[in-house]
């Protein structure tokens, strides 16, 4: 049962800590999204990685946000330090660029709470 | 750059069908997607369409207009399940898979 596993799945943390949210993607999925999810915004595109390349980070807050793909099989997205506002559900997902329908798969993402 | 707009909220009686609208408009465009989400789960791929006209996928359909600038997913026989957010999509220009989405509409269906 193919899947994209992230971890954690629940967080809360205090301002001013480290957050890192880690992220599986499907084996074989060359693509990797970083998504944010709140009442307010809807889903946001945050940062984009093909065949570990990022791609497009513009979504992202530069000063505290970095997303990296250490491995194929790895995308982390960290925030230092973290602030209330990043309250939110982050969500990974990952496609086969070669498909063709451009599907995404998402994880069941990490809800992270910064008090 | 994308503009997608979507009602914000739906209610509907179980059996019943209901039509969710998706207007966009984007300086490129390669297809759109709609997506449903479960309240606190990730969202989960439903249609795409490519071209003009109805694409029928059991009690889900799916239609768009290029011209218009429109897109509708229809869902018949509602269940109480289908209740979720509905997601219209659109690919960012230059990059296929990279999605914007809309709002979400949230559909509540009622017995």
């Known amino acids: 049962d193919a899947r994209v596993t992230q971890t954690p799945r629940d967080k809360v943390t205090e301002m001013g800590q480290e957050v890192t949210m880690r992220c599986q993607p499907i084996?074989?999925?060359?693509?990797v999204f970083w998504y944010r999810q709140t009442m307010m915004q809807g889903l946001e595109l945050l940062a984009y990685?093909?065949?570990?390349?990022?791609?497009?980070d513009s979504g992202m807050p530069k000063d505290r946000f970095s997303a990296e793909m250490p491995d194929a099989t790895l995308a982390t997205l960290k925030i230092q330090p973290s602030e209330p506002r990043d309250s939110a559900v982050y969500f990974c997902?990952?496609?086969?660029?070669?498909?063709?329908?451009?599907?995404?798969?998402f994880g069941e993402g990490s809800r992270l709470t910064v008090l | 750059g994308q503009n997608i707009d979507q009602p914000t909220e739906m209610t509907a009686t179980e059996g019943a069908i209901v039509q969710i609208n998706c207007t966009y408009q984007?300086?490129?465009?390669?297809?759109l997607f709609w997506y449903q989400q479960h309240a606190g789960e990730a969202p989960t791929f439903l249609s795409y369409n490519v071209l003009d006209g109805l694409e029928e996928k059991g009690r889900f359909s799916s239609f768009l207009s290029r011209s218009k600038g429109y897109s509708y997913l229809l869902l018949k026989e509602l269940q109480m399940k289908d209740s979720a957010s509905y997601l219209c999509?659109?690919?960012?220009?230059?990059?296929?898979?990279?999605?914007?989405f809309g709002a979400g509409t949230r559909l509540a269906v009622h017995p």
């Open positions: 990685f093909r065949n570990r390349a990022p791609l497009d």
């Open positions: 999509a659109v690919p960012s220009p230059g990059g296929y898979n990279k999605l914007i």
């Open positions: 997902a990952s496609a086969d660029a070669s498909a063709g329908t451009g599907e995404l798969f």
């Open positions: 984007t300086s490129g465009f390669n297809g």
């Open positions: 084996l074989g999925h060359n693509t």
